[in-house]
């Protein structure tokens, strides 16, 4: 990869990080779905003006939103609300190995013995901290985030399949497609939207704001243009950051406290991403 690539890489998670805090303040009082519809419906609402529709591809992008927008956004972060935010950080991290998994399976990208191994720490990790005596009770949390997982891996496949289409052309087009999905899931499953909506902080209205331009305008376009142009192989280990900014976050401003399960289940998946980042390199 060039350092230039390299460096959009690293920026991802990060946007993405932060962006993933600052929902858990929102989360407090607000219902999860409703909150990603008002993300997705603010980034359509300003990018579409500047993006054309890739009109024979709108299809494939709009099986896209409903996967990895959609069912993903609405399990990961129903789930978020009732886990602490490092460890649906780290749970979230086998989305690296989910997408290499896919990948091989459905793009015919190749998977050697070594990324197999690193694959299975990383799921041995997430098993360590799902049977962490605290979370008992939260199985179905647990659950919800690692199905939100297998839908955005899923998502970034067939994104990849797509070529280079351009990170804003698809970034504005999901969101275009994903923001009527959304309000109807909450519409659907969840109450009192209105009510939500009038008694909202000012955390809610900073984590939409934050999550429609950074995490899913900027954010999303570069990892689009990544996967437009790099093997899925290539870039999903640099997801590798997202649990250790989001804990690093979590615990600063979030006041959320780490014990030694989790730190050990978590560091175990970390080792296994980073065994699929030399395999990579070596392949």
């Known amino acids: 990869m060039r350092p230039i690539d390299i460096l959009m890489a690293l920026s991802v998670p990060l946007l993405w990080a932060t962006g993933f805090v600052l929902a858990k303040v929102a989360l407090d009082d607000f219902p999860p779905i409703l909150l990603m519809a008002l993300r ?15 009109v024979l591809l709108l299809k494939q992008i709009f099986l896209i939103s409903i996967i990895s927008a959609t069912i ?91 070529g280079s289409v351009g990170g804003f052309v698809l970034i504005t087009w999901i969101a275009v497609f994903a923001t009527p999905q959304m309000f109807l899931a909450s519409w659907l ?3 009192n939207q209105i009510e939500a909506i009038r008694n909202a902080g000012s ?23 990544l996967l437009g142009r790099l093997p899925v192989n290539k870039v999903a280990p640099f997801l590798l950051l997202l649990p250790i900014v989001v804990t690093i976050e979590s615990v600063i401003f979030l006041g959320d406290h780490l014990t030694w399960t989790t730190i050990g289940g978590g560091s175990l998946t970390l080792i296994g991403v980073a065994v699929l980042v030399v395999s990579d390199k070596n392949t």
């Not at 809610?204 to 704001?209: E, F, L, M, Q, S």
Request: glycine share 10%; net charge neutral.
């Open 72 to 162: 993903q956004y609405g399990l990961t972060f129903t789930g978020l609300k009732y886990l602490d935010a490092p460890t649906a950080g780290i749970i979230i991290q086998t989305e690296g190995p989910l997408c290499a998994l896919l990948a091989a399976l459905l793009l015919k990208e190749r998977i050697n013995l070594r990324m197999a191994f690193g694959m299975l720490l990383a799921f041995v990790g997430v098993a360590i901290i799902a049977g962490e005596p605290r979370l008992n009770g939260n199985e179905f949390a647990i659950m919800l985030v690692l199905g939100g997982a297998i839908a955005w891996s899923l998502g970034q496949v067939l994104a990849r399949k797509l």
């Open 189 to 191: 499953f969840e109450d």
């Open 203 to 225: 955390e809610v209205w900073i984590a939409v704001v934050y999550m429609a331009f950074f995490m899913t305008a900027i954010g999303y376009a570069i990892w689009y243009n």
């Open 40 to 54: 997705f419906a603010l980034t359509s609402f300003v990018l579409v003006w500047f993006f054309k529709p890739p």
